[in-house]
């Protein structure tokens, strides 16, 4: 098992119905096995000594129905290693619940609320979750991918893991069955700074070229004039810079 001491939110937008979570750790890799997300059902993050089953069971029970606690009871129950999970639930609806198991590493704790749930373990004290939680709620304008970037600011700039820092991802859908954003910083000395700042690209030169991909409504999808004149520019001269082309 690997143990993943981190903080993390899984949210929902009550605006637009999108869902996503945000998470950083002092583990590399972070994207790649704490966050669950799909359109239309919820959010999970699973994490300390984690168990990635728990977020694809979960989405399949939130997806049969089942509300946020409900799936995190289920969860829960059929797992032995309770006492050193960390989990993080959001339906579709804006419920959410969570678990923070009696043997996660201190500090840990976990505050949830209609449409969050941050949580965080092997934190340096319980201001790296309340600053998180507090964010949240007070950046209702932003969109959602803008917000959860800001809340792990917050956990961040409260103390975050007390061992350092290494890895950060955002992963974010709207109503398609891929990503509207998935990001991640993999290995980094300052991984959120290095979130945001691939996030201020991507949100001026992916993020206009993801809302004119194919959907399942509209199979061609379209682009406007300016997006694709913009991609055809060298990544340097684009609005935000850049780095290398895709």
Known sequence: M???NTFSISARCSRTGMLGVAVSTAVPGVGGICPFVKPGVGAI?????VNPYLGI???KLLEQGKTAQQTLDILIKDDPG???RQLGIVD???TSAAWTGSHCTEWNGHI?????SVQGNMLVGARTIEAMAETFQG?????LPERLIAVLEAGQSAGGDKRGRQSAALLVYKVEEFPYLSLRVDEHAHPVA????VFEIARHQLLPFVDGMPSRRDPLGGLPKEVTDMLMTPPPDRPGGGGSGL
């Open 92 to 94: 579709a609806n804006g």
């Open 139 to 143: 950046t209702s304008s932003l969109t």
């Open 2 to 4: 690997l143990e993943v």
């Open 112 to 116: 949830t609320g209609t449409d969050f």
């Open 57 to 59: 069971d979960g989405l």
């Open 194 to 197: 290095e979130l945001r700042r």
């Open 82 to 84: 309770r006492d050193v």
């Open 45 to 49: 993050s699973t994490q300390s000594w």
